[in-house]
């Protein structure tokens, strides 16, 4: 690699992930959002809308296409991390619910025992 890398061994870890605080996408990639904020929409995906930007800095080269593909993967790995935390979220809260509900449920034997 010309800028140099580093190799990371990290035994044990399966994967690691995206980890974004408020707006950590915009300041990774504040070329884009600079860009987007001319945009003709304000909910534009910079996908094929007209009135894009940024499409239009990536056909007058001012910005890599290259670039707008990383931002894009980008968003897709948050939005799928995001979503597979709600998920874990929910079932963390299902699985402490039907606990709680088993532990409630054999209360009626201590009941019967202090008799």
């Known amino acids: 690699m010309p800028d140099g890398g580093i190799i990371v061994d990290t035994p044990g870890m399966r994967e690691l992930q995206l980890w974004e605080d408020e707006g950590g996408l915009d300041l990774a990639f504040s070329d884009i959002s600079s860009l987007a904020a001319a945009c003709r929409f304000s909910n534009c995906r910079h996908e094929r809308e007209e009135g894009c930007a940024v499409l239009e800095a990536v056909q007058t080269g001012e910005l890599e296409e290259k670039r707008l593909l ?32 088993r532990t409630r449920g054999y209360g009626w034997r201590k009941e019967l025992d202090e008799y």
């Open 70 to 101: 990383n931002y894009r993967k980008t968003q897709r790995e948050l939005l799928y991390q995001s979503t597979k935390e709600v998920k874990l979220k929910r079932k963390t809260a299902a699985s402490s619910k039907i606990n709680s509900t």
